[in-house]
């Protein structure tokens, strides 16, 4: 009995096999030096032109531009009561027959001019360009030979991703792709499901027919569920796009949105590929030349040196020790990395959004110079409308931009990191999904040439005097022994002196810019006396309240995001009852101040408690019906009797049973004095 048993679980098994089509994967890789082991990929060196370039723009599009409702708008149509499905029934229909599919064919790009756009982006100061690939939503900018969902067949009828190509190359720039196929198979499962509720519950939407999952993959096993999907099947297709993409286009840079797709195995057969694909590619191009040359004149050339060179570089969110180049979502490093690393960030959402601002030019700026400075690229996302186009603020954007870089870019482009980065009130903390600090003039960034050195200060200082303490004069005569001192832009001469509290540098008395201050030293043993960045601190309002942000919030956790919900920031997939948010306000003066939170969450019973120094408040977060639906809660009131520095937490009342929620913000509203002490505190 047992043995027939046996039989069955085995010839079941069996047929499930076939049935998801599981065999051994086939992963060839290009030959050359690399094999795809972590061992091998460590004989991977960074090219000096993406050293150099520190800049690069990004066309994340699509046809997930064409509703203008934001970034995942093709999944989340197909999620019953979230403000994109809302959109989409309204517009287009209900997505059990008007789906995604019928979105793409809407992406015309009628206005689309790759060349203008190419030559506005270098004059901008960008010194790479990398296209969007193929976003989760499984629809390709190339013109693919294994997937007919794409740009050359649906929408534009144009191969985007050889026009943008094509474009970069006329104006010198290296050419990337980003490609965010891997998550795809199991972030569009959702487009298999119904609506639950409503004259349409149980009705399947458009991704259940079997006609479509060449578009929108075929039904995931129970428990499929992770970022990258454990299904073989699924992995071999994306090794197999994805090396169409590299073979047929070489580009020097490609992106993968995530880590290592799929694990050591499939993803780090992918990298050898592109490195090997870089070797091969270059050598061709190399012997061509070589042998169009006249006799004569291939003697100067050195051809074995100079023919196998790797120029090619891969972008993964996996730290690498240097065998690839680590990417950090609108987020950066906290620091100097000995290996060179990259933020992707956008100035607004990530595909088009009606609803939402861009971010200042400022903010740009700042990112480039904090980010440059700790050996970094800025990636920067410069959205595009859904023909093609870019709004009018946009495009002054990159003109300003460009009239910075002309006079700053002498301290960007081709440095490298001093000693350390920066001094100043701010540090920006590392790692993804924290970025929008506010800097001042107080805040500055150092960058290295040869041996001259530059000091970025983030602003235009007021009194017209930069102070740097990292340089100040010490008992070694040695030391910071300065020359010159000059300021990009103006061809005056600077004073300046230096004290043991730092030097002192006084600035014309026209303003040269409102942006950044960037002077150029020179001297001899520059080192630095006093490391002074200090963590982030929060400060009150004119009105004395203090606002505290999800973009600003020190994180703790693993699992703990910074993400975006209905249009604005919030602090997400907190599902673990031990992970917590902190901020550190200085409070300048006593006083009785009201607590609030705004949040959102779809659960009942949501406990949560805010510690304002040695306060504890507890609170009950209102079951707001969804997760971009937020509320604002009256919590309690505290009193400051001694101002000063002030740690504010937000936490779990309760670990075991903690139920999740976004949290948008903190705020402390000034309401009045000190209260006697005989009166009690609401809580």
Known sequence: ?????????????????????????????????????????????????????????????????????????????YQQGSPDYKDHLARYGHPSTNGWKDIIPLWKAERWEPEKLMALYKKAGARYFVSMGTHHDDFFLWNSQLHKWN???????????????????????????????????????????????????????????????????????????????????????WFNEIKE?????????????????????????????????SVQHNHAKFMAFYNGLPPRLRDHYELERRSDKLTAVYNCKQPSDGRWVQDFERGVNGGINPYPWQTDTSIGDWFYNRHWKYQPLSWTVHMLVDITS?????????????????????????HQMADWTAVNGEAIYGTRPWLIFGEGLVLAKGGAFKENFQYTAKDIRFTMKGRTLYAIAL????????????????????????????????????????????????????????????????????????????????????????????????????????????????????????????????????????????????????????EVGSEILSAQAPMTGSWDKFQTVDIGQFQIIQPGELVVKVRAKDKATWKALNLNSVKLTLTGPVLPAAVPLPH
Request: aromatic share 10%; glycine share 10%.
């Open 245 to 277: 993409l590299v073979d047929n286009y070489h580009p020097d840079l490609l992106y993968s949105d995530g880590g290592v797709p799929f694990g050591n195995e499939v993803g780090l057969s992918l990298i050898a590929d592109l490195y090997n694909d």
């Open 374 to 398: 700790k050996n970094g690229n800025l990636l920067l996302n410069v959205v595009l409308r859904p023909d093609g186009s870019l709004d009018p603020e946009v495009e002054t954007m990159l």
């Open 151 to 237: 740009a050359v067949n649906y929408g534009p009828q144009r191969d985007v991703v050889a026009d943008w190509q094509k474009a970069a190359k006329k104006q010198g720039l290296p050419f990337g792709v980003s490609e965010h196929l891997g998550a795809s198979f199991t972030w569009f499962q959702d487009s298999h499901k119904s609506d639950h509720t409503g004259p349409f519950a149980g009705v399947p939407y458009d991704g259940a027919n079997s006609n479509y999952w060449d578009l929108y993959h075929f039904p995931a096993e129970p428990g499929d569920v992770a970022w990258y999907s454990k299904n073989p099947r699924w992995q071999q297709q």
């Open 1 to 77: 009995m047992k043995t027939k048993i046996d039989c069955l679980l085995l010839v079941t098994l069996l047929a499930w096999l076939i049935a998801v089509g599981v065999q051994a994967a086939e992963l060839p890789v290009t030959s050359g030096p690399f094999q795809p082991t972590m061992e091998s990929l460590t004989n991977y060196s960074c090219p000096e032109w993406f050293r150099d370039a520190k800049f690069g723009i990004w066309a994340h599009w699509g046809p997930q531009a064409v509703p203008m409702e934001g970034d995942w708008y093709a999944r989340k149509m």
């Open 459 to 610: 602003g235009w200082p007021d009194d017209g005097k930069v102070v740097i303490k990292s340089l100040a004069r010490t008992d070694d005569s040695s030391v910071n022994k300065i020359k010159r001192v000059g300021l990009l832009g103006y061809k005056g001469k600077l004073k300046f002196t230096q004290t043991a509290e730092g030097l002192t540098v006084e600035l014309p008395a026209q303003k040269l810019s409102d942006l950044t201050c960037s002077l150029k030293i020179t001297g001899s043993n520059l080192k630095p006396v006093t490391p002074s960045v200090t963590a982030q601190v929060i400060y009150p309002d004119s009105k004395g309240d203090v606002f505290l942000s999800a973009t600003n919030a020190e994180l703790h956790g693993s699992q703990i995001q910074l993400e975006t919900q209905g249009g604005l920031p919030d602090i997400g997939h907190w599902d673990k009852g031990d992970e917590w948010v902190s901020w550190t306000a200085q409070i300048p003066k006593a006083g009785t101040f009201n607590v609030s939170a705004t949040v959102a969450t779809p659960n009942a019973e949501a406990g949560f408690v805010v």
